[in-house]
């Protein structure tokens, strides 16, 4: 930022999974989780996607939020999978156009690209965890662990920045 000039207020879409629903139970806590990650929650406009456990559309000043309920028939994979699709459509039903496209997990680079591609929108990974060496504990953890790794490699040439939260997951993009 220059002096003298205003910041740009931007257009920032998020997407993520949100099984507590805290934008709806606990709004303050997720504005303050916006502004612990420096995002500016009362300066720019957010579009917030999550996969969760019951459906709504809903606006509470600058953050708009669209929550898509998880397949009973799938997990996370097919979240991914249909992500791809869904989100671009939402965000054109909506007449929401995004500066940065934010994503807390690696699969969900890809449900930004149509936008990347056609408006030049910058994708940003926060990275929480090491998805890999967590996968590895769950219930078909080899499975779940090359899907992960397939995801990451393919994902790196998309990503415009990635931040790190931890040691483990900075040593993981590196």
Not at 19 to 26: D, G, L, Q, S, V
Not at 34 to 44: E, H, M, V, W
Not at 118 to 138: D, G, H, M
Not at 147 to 161: E, H, P, Q, S, V
Request: some cysteine.
């Amino acid at each position: 930022m220059t002096l003298g000039k205003e910041a740009k207020k931007l257009n920032i879409a998020i997407l993520g999974f949100d099984a507590r629903n805290i934008f709806e139970n606990n709004h303050e806590l997720y504005v303050s989780k916006l502004n612990r990650d420096r995002l500016g929650a009362g300066t720019n406009d957010f579009f917030i996607i999550s996969w969760s456990t019951g459906g709504y559309y809903k606006e509470r000043g600058n953050l708009r939020a669209k929550h898509l309920n998880m397949p009973a028939w799938g997990g996370r994979f097919f979240c991914d999978l249909l992500s791809i699709f869904v989100v671009p459509f939402i965000f054109l039903r909506h007449k929401f156009r995004p500066n940065v496209f934010i994503v807390y997990d690696i699969p969900f680079v890809f449900a930004g690209l149509w936008h990347k591609l056609f408006f030049r929108t910058k994708i940003v990974l926060f990275l929480t965890n090491v998805p890999s060496e967590l996968a590895q504990t769950r219930r078909l953890g080899r499975l779940k662990y090359l899907y992960w790794r397939a995801a990451a490699l393919g994902a790196k040439f998309f990503i415009d920045k990635a931040v790190a939260i931890s040691a483990p997951t900075k040593n993981f993009l590196l």
